[in-house]
């Protein structure tokens, strides 16, 4: 608690003076002892907001030419205004990250146009030492090696003590594949404090030896993906390059990041690790979080471990799965293993699985998303808390992002091109069910990283009240527009913005041949310039 000391004023002075000698006139000649200044020490407590912090997600795109180079910044901003000190933190760091993007986006701009200009001169010099080609001979468009740079956030938690964020740099610049780097910013949402590695956990000992006893206890082909040095690699990391290593807090602890080639090759990726909060004895407690009666994460795809509170018992399970691969079928098979119990999924058909761990509403669950031939999902959902019990299957439908008892699950639709959209499902013991009949597409040009527009060949008439559709606007030729909402019923409804700011909303039929849609009486490929159809 800070103090801060006021010494009395002058003024205050003065007025006790004239307090005393305002007596009574008979006294007057008795000269009253004179009055000495005092000084009062007055604490006041410095307060801090209460309240959980207010955030929005907002994306930028490279401009310019992208010929040589593409890519675009996500950063977060706060948008309460109970937390001065931390949006000022925030801003700060995502303004020098903004900085890193534009110098680094500069400077592969110029390498990549450089490098192509010198690849094509290369061709070109070898095409006029070949006699035997042709003049007349079809002559192919040169490669255009473009580089990218992208940088996507994710708030990871948000609460009245802590504001962590995970940041994912991508970028390519040449050779044989790009690559990815991960890290985090953590603050103080009372006081706006940027938290480094050594004030979050000042003591790495906790850290490490839980990583590697979550390898030991994982799945066997864990340690087949990693260095034979991998121990020597982490012990390494914690006390060499503690400082920058990759970490951030969610609702479960600390993660911390382990990049590519770090512990393991290219092709193993990437490698995270959650350690619980009440297993490092360092952590500061006063941002252990209180009790949450929602978690959700990935489980790691190799098989690394992860301890969980399924029953709300204290006691912790180990979890993790595995994708199997079967060289007969050349499919892979799942399995899930939770203590001691374990979960089979053998169906032919999958080419990878991923499993979601949730708690909510005091329930355990596990989401298992296999995917088959054109990227369809079927989805498993398994209850864990009182023995693993199997409760749903969800044919075609994938895991998006999910909430406290309710999930968005991931679908392909055909609706003026094809779309990865989302529907909300509310989820309990006894399954799934279907919210509302609403799809959404992360398709908003300023809010998604790569946001696809549709092109307009002819002005097109449309409603700004999705309820009533004699309030129309037109909008011209020329324009694209973004569909990110299709609400299917009587009348089927498609939501799209511009990037100038227009909200509109279309309705349409579908045709005599029973795929094309119309809108207004208008075909659609007589309507836009391009559609994006899969298969």
Request: hydrophobic share 35%.
């Amino acid at each position: 608690m800070k103090k801060r000391v006021f010494v009395l004023s002058l003024i205050a002075a003065l007025s006790l003076t004239n307090i005393f000698a305002c007596g009574k006139k008979e006294e007057v000649e008795e000269k009253p002892a004179p009055v000495e200044e005092e000084k009062t020490e007055e604490v006041v407590e410095e307060t801090y907001p209460t309240t959980v912090p207010e955030y929005a997600e907002t994306s930028i795109e490279h401009e310019g030419d992208t010929t040589y180079f593409d890519g675009g910044l996500q950063f977060v901003q706060i948008t309460d205004s109970d937390h001065p000190a931390l949006s000022d933190a925030v801003n700060a760091a995502f303004q020098d990250l903004l900085t890193k993007y534009n110098d680094t986006a500069e400077m592969y701009e110029e390498d990549s146009k450089e490098f192509n200009e010198e690849m094509n001169s290369y061709e070109e010099e070898s095409e006029e030492e070949s006699e035997e080609e042709s003049e007349e001979e079809f002559q192919e468009e040169p490669y255009i090696y473009q580089y990218y740079y992208n940088i996507t956030t994710e708030v990871t938690r948000c609460d009245e003590d802590i504001f962590s964020v995970m940041v994912v740099e991508e970028m390519y610049a040449g050779g044989a594949h790009g690559g990815m780097v991960y890290h985090g910013f953590t603050f103080d949402s009372k006081t706006g404090q940027s938290l480094e590695n050594k004030e979050i956990v000042p003591d790495t000992t906790d850290l490490s030896e839980y990583i590697l006893s979550m390898i030991d206890k994982g799945a066997d082909d864990v340690k087949e993906a990693l260095y034979p040095e991998y121990k020597e690699n982490i012990n390494q990391s914690f006390t060499e390059y503690y400082d920058v290593m990759g970490m951030w807090l969610d609702e479960r602890g600390v993660v911390v990041a382990f990049q590519q080639y770090d512990i393991a090759p290219y092709a193993a990726g990437p490698f995270f690790f959650t350690v619980p909060y009440t297993m490092i004895e360092t952590f500061n407690p006063e941002y252990i979080p209180a009790s949450s009666s929602f978690i959700s994460f990935t489980l790691n795809y190799v098989g690394v471990a992860d301890m969980v509170e399924i029953d709300d018992n204290g006691k912790f399970t180990t979890i993790y799965g595995h994708n199997n691969y079967d060289s007969e079928t050349g499919f892979y098979t799942y399995t899930a293993y939770v203590g001691e119990e374990t979960i089979n999924i053998d169906d032919v058909g999958y080419y990878n699985f991923d499993a979601y761990y949730t708690k909510s509403n005091g329930h355990s669950f596990l989401f298992i998303d296999g995917r088959s031939d054109n990227d369809m999902a079927t989805t498993y959902v398994y209850q864990l808390d009182g023995g693993v019990k199997k409760i749903d299957t969800m044919e075609g439908l994938g895991v998006g992002e999910i909430e406290d008892g309710q999930v968005n699950m991931t679908s392909r639709i055909d609706v003026l091109s094809t779309w990865t959209a989302s529907q909300l499902y509310s989820y309990d013991a006894n399954g799934l069910a279907q919210v509302d009949d609403i799809y959404k597409i992360d398709n908003n040009p300023n809010q998604a990283l790569f946001p696809q527009g549709l092109k307009l060949m002819q002005p097109l008439e449309y409603s700004t009240d999705k309820d009533d559709f004699s309030v129309t606007s037109t909008i011209e030729a020329g324009t694209l527009i973004y569909p990110i909402t299709y609400i299917e019923g009587e009348e089927n409804i498609l939501e799209f913005v511009t990037e100038d700011g227009v909200d509109g909303f279309i309705t349409f039929e579908i045709m005599e041949d029973g795929i094309t849609h119309s809108i207004n009486g208008v075909s659609e490929y007589d309507l836009f310039e391009t559609l994006y159809y899969a298969g």
